[in-house]
């Protein structure tokens, strides 16, 4: 096969169409295709398709077109239309979708046909070797394979974003949704969505049509997935029923896929045939025997880092979800287990796996294990979608062969649509007169009117769930004015005592006239699921263990009132860290205490990932307190020793991460600095815990809590330096001399641009002028600074003396800089995103460049971010610092000396590593190097004076590097470095500098 690819993909023009064709079919029927027979007879060569035409291949509801080389504009459109209408001819006599590709051998394109117009869905370029690259995209548009296993690669190869299989889904469904959008019913369901999440999320959520038709995508594959999962045969059942869960109604399993807002889909024309499409995709894989929870995989992949980070949505790897299970579930066959943020279901796969082996060895039967699994592991997230892949995650965690045993009984899956946090009901009495009051009072944003539920109701979960699905049912049954159904059968089914009929009668008119008034979709879903976790914080009915990662969302993210509320809970249980540090607080130590106080009972455990952050940095110092005071019901917890993971590479999260572990206690104990250091690398983020293992080194050992005592007494002296915003207006570079020649001291300059410019400044044109010389001045940034040197100075248009900013009026009285100065404003007046600053504002914002002037003598800079600190020292009395770096003044040449050893050490960046914040790897660098405790130099200390004369001789050493000006100045800075390495002094230097500062 990998001859044959190699004719395939390498372009010849000795080669005839025919030729490419005969390979090409001999390829898909040589390659793992897995095709059906009836696949095998069509994968013809010029097939008839009417007309005298002929299509070059065909598998099954695939059309290609070959041509020998499509890098020839006029050729490539010309068989597009040919393409056009083979696949449109095929729809028309088959009535299936079909898809187009069109190659020649090289070059791979796929299309769906919109409106009798191809459209380019997903094309790759081939490069010898990449046979198997051919095969997964190919296997994806044609999908016909079986029996896939369902890992986490196979699953983002071939469903994530990147595929070929998700790039014809998401083409067809967005077509489906471009075609159908002002259908009524689309509308609503559109709308209801949008308000859902608006309500849940605030501004976090981003209303688009793009994140709606995700969603759906995402949704009906997993409701489809869970089908699969009890092995029912996809094709026999209608898309409709696929997405309404009547088989599972039938099965007697309960609250896994149920209509909502993604089931639009079947209500428009060809949406049934884009769901069993789908569906035939889906049913490509071997659901039966799943080891992790691979719909996160799919929903990272799918929905794109920034909304996950926008919503504070970090998915945990699945090595770390069993390792925490494990360390805190001891009694799996005991413990009612709870994750209030459960995402797509991670900790309650691994939770239920460790139910299962433990009611295996106990000899449990099939029936007494599930309904223990599902009494003692419980979920629940405030988000739609993911509650959806959370219910299906827990399906395959318990496995088919469990499910479909004939010995099981009537399943509730006990993941529930609510907010943990219960943000919306502070201070609202739930419980009134033995009933459960829903209040619906948003101003018709959801309802208007009270739904009430008696409380001995909820302690069956099951029957109460069966109840709520009965009177949803019954209720969007009816037509809207007919009379009211009666309830008596449903009633005696479930056993519903007669002292309680009254109450779920008045409900259920309540809900008949939400149906009538067009308002039914939202409440049957909102009964079904907030009633469980309310009902779940009350004393009697909270959980022995709370696991999970909950959500990681910074203040400065929320939206205004939910700042305001977090504010208020976190003031009225000691969390609030003060305004000067607000933005630098998260949702997720409000979340462990809240949580806590809700749903865990006393003596009940806990084991929660959380930002690093919650183990060392001083804006966490309430929540490591572990007494919360009245606002928290007197809650106090016991902290045992957390997890330190921030050295642990590849990094799996935004953030650096950490564990906390403790108890819900009597009295408080702090968090201890004793911790568990993680370290290792990874082959994968996501691997197995068995393979993840064999990589990580756990070490006892302790965390630095980062605050004003453990900090260097250099921390206030170092500033970040100005910034040149929009660099249009500053950053210049020197003209030639006109043929006139110029005045004595002027210089003539332009505007120097840069490819990093981003709009609208990047689009203005450049400014030209002869300036008067003394404006005109070097400076540095964070590209020209090395390790014991700096490179040569850019240039910059700064209206200012050797002792301060000039202001107008002293700008006036210099011609040149006048021109240039007022160029510039009209430039900043007329592309400002707002009023409030003016430009020479923006030049001195938070006084960056005033406190520079007069420049001293001498001045110390590092870079602001970057892989390694990176000190020189700046002599040049003219120079400015930009904000790339930090500077400080020095007093003497031995104190620069003594500083630029220290923090060009290796081991200081290694110190201050994790305080930093990142993102592949930490590198934002600011002031945390500071958080190590550097001391002032000292010259009576001979340690000191021993590593300035270090220092002075590592200057002379780097200062005969000769820089490459066209190689990156960070590979420029890492054959410093690796210079520096190679010598005695720079050995030594790192020796000295990690005995002073261990």
Request: proline share 4%; with cysteine.
């Amino acid at each position: 096969m990998l001859e044959l690819f190699s004719r395939i993909a390498r372009r010849n023009d000795k080669r005839t169409e025919s030729e490419i064709q005969a390979d090409v079919r001999q390829f898909i029927l040589s390659a793992p295709f897995e095709l059906e027979d009836d696949d095998v007879r069509i994968v013809n060569l010029e097939a008839q398709v009417g007309d005298g035409k002929r299509i070059d291949v065909e598998v099954g509801s695939t059309v290609i077109e070959v041509k020998r080389d499509l890098r020839r504009e006029k050729a490539k459109r010309e068989a597009e239309e040919q393409l056009a209408d083979y696949v449109a001819r095929r729809m028309t006599q088959t009535g299936l979708r079909y898809v187009g590709v069109l190659t020649d051998g090289t070059e791979w394109i796929c299309y769906n046909l919109v409106d009798d117009r191809l459209h380019l869905v997903s094309a790759i370029t081939l490069v010898a070797g990449e046979v198997e690259r051919l095969v997964v995209w190919l296997e994806g548009v044609l999908a016909t394979a079986h029996d896939i296993a369902p890992t986490a690669q196979n699953i983002e190869m071939r469903l994530g974003a990147g595929s070929s299989s998700y790039a014809l889904d998401r083409a067809t469904l967005s077509s489906l949704y471009e075609r159908n959008k002002t259908n009524p019913s689309v509308i609503m369901k559109r709308t209801l969505w949008a308000r859902l999440l608006t309500s849940a999320l605030g501004t976090q959520f981003e209303d688009t049509d793009d994140l709606f038709i995700e969603h759906t995508l995402l949704v009906n594959s997993a409701e489809i997935i869970a089908h699969a999962v009890l092995g029912l045969h996809l094709e026999s059942i209608s898309p409709a029923a696929l997405l309404a869960g009547d088989k599972f109604d039938e099965s007697g399993i309960y609250g896994v896929v149920e209509p909502d807002f993604f089931d639009w889909v079947v209500e428009v024309e060809e949406g049934d045939t884009f769901v069993r499409t789908l569906a035939k995709r889906l049913a490509r894989f071997d659901w039966s025997a799943v080891e992790q929870d691979v719909l996160k995989v799919l929903y990272e992949s799918v929905i794109g880092a920034e909304t996950r980070k926008r919503l504070g949505e970090y998915y945990t790897p699945d090595w770390l979800a069993h390792v925490i299970v494990a360390e805190t579930v001891t009694d799996p066959l005991e413990s009612r287990v709870l994750d209030a943020a459960c995402g797509s279901g991670t900790f309650l796969f691994h939770a239920i796996r460790k139910y299962v082996a433990a009611a295996e060895s106990a000899g449990i039967g099939i029936r007494e294990m599930i309904d223990g699994i599902t009494k003692h592991v419980v979920g629940m997230d405030l988000h739609p979608v993911a509650v959806t892949l959370a219910r299906v995650t827990y399906l395959l965690a318990i496995g088919r062969e469990r499910l479909t045993d004939e010995d099981r009984g009537v399943i509730q899956i006990p993941v529930y649509l609510g907010d943990s946090l219960q943000f919306q009901e502070q201070g609202v009495d739930l419980w009134s007169a033995g009933n459960l009051v829903i209040r619906a009072d948003d101003e018709r944003e959801l309802f208007d009117s009270e739904l009430r539920f008696p409380d001995a109701l909820l302690e069956d979960a099951a029957r109460f769930d069966l109840l709520a699905n009965e009177m949803a049912n019954k209720a969007a049954g009816r037509k809207a004015g007919d009379p009211i159904p009666s309830l008596n059968p449903v009633f005696n089914r479930l056993a519903i005592p007669e002292q309680h009929r009254a109450v779920i009668n008045g409900t259920f008119k309540t809900m008949c006239r939400l149906h009538d008034e067009g308002r039914d979709h939202i409440w049957g879903y909102y009964v079904r699921n907030l009633a469980r976790p309310l009902w779940m914080s009350r004393p009697g009915n909270r959980v022995d263990v709370l696991i999970g990662n909950p959500p990681w969302l910074a203040y400065r993210h929320m939206p205004a009132n939910m700042q305001a509320t977090f504010r208020k809970m976190s003031e009225a249980r000691g969390l609030w860290a003060g305004a000067e540090i607000a933005t630098h607080q998260d949702l997720a130590g409000l979340f462990v205490v809240r949580a806590s106080e809700l749903y865990l009972r006393k003596d009940g455990k806990f084991g929660l990932v959380l930002p690093n952050a919650a183990i060392d940095r001083d804006h966490y110092d309430g929540f490591r307190r572990g007494h919360y005071g009245d606002g928290a019901g007197g809650l106090a917890l016991s902290f045992g020793p957390s997890w330190d993971l921030r050295r642990i590479r590849p990094h799996f999260f935004p953030r650096a991460a950490s564990v906390v572990f403790g108890t819900r206690s009597e009295v408080s104990r702090p968090m201890p600095e004793e911790a568990e250091i993680w370290s290792g690398r990874l082959r994968t983020p996501n691997s197995h815990w068995e393979e993840a293992r064999l990589s990580l080194v756990r070490a006892d050992g302790k965390v630095r809590r980062v605050g004003q005592i453990t900090k260097s007494p250099y921390a206030p002296a170092f500033t970040q330096g100005a910034t040149f915003t929009p660099r249009v207006a500053f950053v210049v570079e020197k003209q030639e001399v006109s043929p006139l020649g110029r005045v004595q001291g002027t210089v003539a300059v332009k505007s120097s641009r840069s490819v990093q410019e981003k709009k609208p400044w990047k689009d203005s044109p450049a400014i030209e002028g002869v300036i008067e010389s003394e404006f005109v001045r070097p400076y540095f940034t964070g590209d020209n600074v090395f390790p014991y040197r700096v490179g040569n100075p850019l240039l910059s248009v700064i209206p200012c003396s050797a002792r301060e900013l000039l202001d107008q009026s002293q700008i006036e009285m210099h011609p040149g800089l006048h021109q240039w100065w007022s160029r510039a404003v009209e430039l900043w007046d007329s592309n400002r995103s707002s009023d409030r600053m003016t430009l020479a504002d923006r030049l001195d914002y938070q006084t960056t460049l005033s406190k520079q002037l007069p420049i001293p003598p001498l001045r110390v800079v590092y870079n602001r971010a970057g892989m390694h600190v990176a000190a020189a020292k700046i002599d040049n009395r003219r120079a400015i610092v930009a904000n790339g770096l930090y500077w400080a003044a020095v007093h003497s040449v031995q104190e620069a000396d003594y500083l630029c050893a220290v923090l060009n050490a290796p081991v200081t960046t290694e110190l201050a590593r994790p305080f930093m914040s990142y993102g592949k790897d930490e590198r934002d660098i600011h002031k945390h190097v500071w958080e190590v405790p550097i001391p002032l130099y000292d010259a009576n200390n001979e340690i000191h004076r021993t590593l300035s004369r270090l220092g002075s001789a590592a200057e002379s050493i780097v200062a005969g590097f000769a820089i490459d000006r066209d190689l990156h100045f960070a590979a420029t800075r890492r054959h410093i470095r690796e210079l520096l390495d190679s010598t005695d002094e720079g050995r030594e230097i790192n020796e000295i500098v990690f005995e002073l500062l261990s």
